[in-house]
């Protein structure tokens, strides 16, 4: 066997590892919720909308010297 299909085995067992990591830590995180806390679903869903806060131009002011 070459050294290159030994490095992608190797590499390809790695992102399986990591890919079962991320999903145990998603259920875990899932699993610790509590059911009075709101999910991001529910915050989004209230009616918290970024685009609607206006800001004010900056005026324009001279420096004192």
């Known amino acids: 066997m070459g050294t290159t299909y030994l ?4 590499e ?4 399986e590892k990591q890919r079962a990591k991320a999903e145990r ?3 875990k995180k899932l ?11 529910d915050i989004s869903a209230a009616g918290i909308e ?7 131009p ?6 004192q010297s």
Do not use: D, I
């Open 31 to 41: 699993a610790g919720r509590t059911p009075n806390e709101p999910s991001t679903e």
């Open 58 to 63: 900056p005026s324009e002011s001279k420096p």
């Open 50 to 56: 970024t685009s609607e806060v206006s800001v004010a």
């Open 12 to 15: 390809m067992k790695r992102l």
């Open 25 to 27: 830590r998603a259920q």
């Open 7 to 10: 490095k992608r085995q190797k």
